[in-house]
């Protein structure tokens, strides 16, 4: 890469893609001392910003009246969903908008999770609340409900110690082990990580201040007016694509790494996840809009009112597994394929090599695609460890105890061997 300006987009992938830093005209001294990515500061997204709550309650428990898929404590549920949520009578998990000192951040499903109390209302959720609320509400399959907890925590500069996590902003006193051997832990607002260029409803990082993570009512019109009160998988599929163009054209720091291969995993959430039985299963408008939050303003436009579970929801009835995501993404990214990779400063674009099913920039059909799923989430703890001595081998046993038995029986080979 030739611009220095593409260094903020590269840090978070230089130790993870060794070829960042080895590409012509980067000075790969720059990438030497790097431990993790660092704060926004007083930014957006940084601590300076960051909303804080004394008031830490934690998730509202799941209960023998009201069991859902009695998915507790990180371990498997039922595994059976039809049931409404949340159920009738069951105050505790009822909306709650958030208030000045709670967090939250770029996920729509996360966010109403949080505002129904199925995660800890102040944004400061774990490891088990993640899996168990995924279960509980979304009927996620376990396999795929640990995968996506641990990205979260892995690749967002959670904690894997404290296994707490921000689903905002930066949080650090409240989720690290130690702020000092850490560093920064940004939280789902972190760039190039959960939340990339070319997102459904928020603007790319670099083209609005680092903000990447607050609701634009005019890319969720853009949205509408694509999938046109329909936002199934060719749909979808089609204004991924166009998003992409957008930021490609618009965006001079554009990246599309090996993580963004989660934009397609998330935008299959709209169509597999968020419908109601009571809709017939099918991903309409009004459905679609309240679990963004998006209140039409009467000229076109969208405002945004807090995220939340709509009323008489019931949830999917089978569960929602790695396999069926994996397939997903694949079936989305071959309707409209686009390469991996990132813009130089000379106006070109550089491909991304083979990482795993990607291969010289493009996705390729194959069985390896749940494998490289798992290989983002555990490329991301030897950097997290670095200087670290005393939480080494929890760390460790977090991704041999949590992640890695879903995907031995895959055949995926273990990263941390």
Same mark, same amino acid.
């Given at each position: 890469?030739h611009?220095?300006?593409?260094?903020? /987009?590269?840090?978070?992938a230089?130790? +993870?893609?060794?070829?960042?830093a080895?590409?012509?005209?980067?000075?790969?001294?720059?990438?030497?001392?790097?431990?993790r990515?660092?704060s926004g500061?007083?930014?957006?997204?940084?601590?300076?910003?960051?909303?804080? !709550?004394?008031?830490?309650?934690?998730?509202a428990?799941?209960?023998a009246?009201?069991?859902?898929?009695? /998915?507790?404590?990180?371990?498997?549920?039922?595994?059976k &969903?039809g049931?409404?949520?949340?159920?009738?009578?069951?105050?505790?998990?009822?909306?709650? /908008?958030?208030?000045?000192?709670?967090?939250?951040?770029?996920?729509?499903?996360?966010?109403?999770?949080?505002?129904? $109390? *199925?995660?800890?209302?102040?944004?400061?959720?774990?490891? $088990?609340?993640?899996?168990?609320?995924?279960?509980n509400?979304?009927?996620?399959?376990?396999?795929?409900?640990?995968?996506?907890?641990?990205l979260g925590?892995?690749?967002?500069?959670?904690?894997v110690?404290?296994?707490?996590?921000?689903?905002?902003?930066?949080?650090?006193?409240?989720?690290?082990?130690?702020?000092?051997?850490?560093?920064?832990?940004? &939280?789902?607002? &972190?760039?190039?990580?959960?939340?990339?260029?070319?997102?459904?409803?928020? #603007?790319? *990082?670099f083209?609005?201040?680092?903000?990447?993570?607050t609701?634009n009512?005019?890319?969720?019109?853009?949205?509408? !007016?694509?999938?046109?009160? $329909?936002f199934?998988?060719? !749909?979808?599929?089609?204004?991924?694509?166009?998003?992409?163009?957008?930021s490609? +054209?618009? #965006?001079?720091?554009?990246y599309?790494?090996?993580?963004?291969?989660?934009?397609?995993?998330?935008?299959?959430?709209l169509?597999?996840?968020?419908?109601?039985g009571?809709?017939?299963?099918q991903?309409d408008? @009004?459905?679609?809009?309240t679990?963004f939050?998006?209140?039409s303003?009467?000229?076109?436009?969208? $405002? *945004?009112?807090? @995220?939340q579970?709509?009323?008489?929801?019931t949830?999917?009835?089978?569960?929602?597994?790695?396999?069926?995501?994996?397939? @997903?993404?694949? /079936?989305?990214?071959?309707?409209?394929?686009?390469l991996?990779?990132?813009?130089?400063?000379?106006?070109g *674009?550089?491909?991304?090599?083979?990482f795993?099913?990607?291969q010289?920039?493009?996705?390729?059909?194959?069985?390896?695609?749940? =494998?490289?799923l798992?290989?983002?989430?555990?490329?991301?703890?030897?950097?997290?460890?670095?200087?670290?001595?005393?939480?080494?081998? +929890? +760390?460790?046993?977090?991704?041999?105890?949590?992640?890695?038995?879903?995907?031995?029986?895959?055949? =995926?080979p273990?990263?941390?061997?």
């Amino acid at each position: 890469m030739h611009s220095a300006l593409l260094f903020c /987009a590269f840090v978070t992938a230089a130790n +993870a893609f060794p070829w960042v830093a080895e590409q012509p005209g980067v000075d790969s001294s720059l990438f030497r001392k790097l431990r993790r990515q660092q704060s926004g500061g007083e930014g957006a997204g940084g601590p300076s910003t960051c909303p804080f !709550n004394s008031n830490h309650p934690g998730a509202a428990p799941i209960t023998a009246q009201y069991p859902y898929n009695n /998915a507790k404590n990180g371990l498997p549920g039922n595994g059976k &969903g039809g049931y409404q949520v949340p159920a009738p009578g069951d105050t505790a998990h009822a909306f709650t /908008a958030p208030g000045p000192n709670d967090i939250r951040g770029p996920c729509p499903g996360l966010n109403a999770a949080a505002n129904h $109390n *199925f995660l800890s209302h102040d944004g400061i959720t774990t490891f $088990n609340e993640l899996v168990d609320a995924q279960q509980n509400i979304y009927n996620v399959g376990y396999d795929l409900a640990t995968l996506l907890a641990a990205l979260g925590l892995t690749l967002t500069d959670g904690d894997v110690v404290t296994e707490k996590l921000s689903i905002g902003c930066d949080a650090t006193t409240r989720t690290s082990y130690s702020p000092v051997l850490t560093g920064s832990e940004p &939280g789902l607002d &972190g760039h190039n990580k959960f939340e990339g260029d070319t997102s459904l409803t928020r #603007n790319d *990082f670099f083209l609005d201040g680092g903000d990447d993570f607050t609701f634009n009512g005019t890319l969720f019109g853009m949205m509408e !007016n694509t999938c046109q009160g $329909n936002f199934d998988r060719a !749909n979808l599929g089609l204004y991924r694509y166009q998003r992409y163009q957008q930021s490609l +054209a618009e #965006n001079p720091n554009f990246y599309f790494g090996p993580l963004s291969l989660l934009l397609f995993g998330a935008a299959t959430f709209l169509y597999e996840l968020m419908p109601s039985g009571t809709h017939n299963y099918q991903p309409d408008f @009004e459905t679609i809009s309240t679990f963004f939050g998006a209140e039409s303003n009467g000229n076109g436009g969208y $405002n *945004f009112v807090h @995220e939340q579970i709509p009323a008489n929801w019931t949830n999917r009835v089978a569960p929602y597994t790695n396999a069926d995501v994996t397939s @997903e993404i694949l /079936a989305m990214y071959l309707l409209h394929p686009v390469l991996f990779g990132g813009k130089t400063g000379t106006g070109g *674009f550089d491909a991304l090599p083979t990482f795993g099913n990607i291969q010289n920039g493009t996705l390729v059909d194959g069985p390896n695609t749940a =494998c490289t799923l798992y290989q983002l989430s555990t490329q991301s703890v030897p950097s997290y460890l670095n200087g670290v001595i005393t939480p080494t081998v +929890a +760390a460790l046993s977090f991704i041999a105890t949590k992640v890695s038995p879903q995907y031995m029986n895959l055949g =995926c080979p273990d990263p941390l061997t």
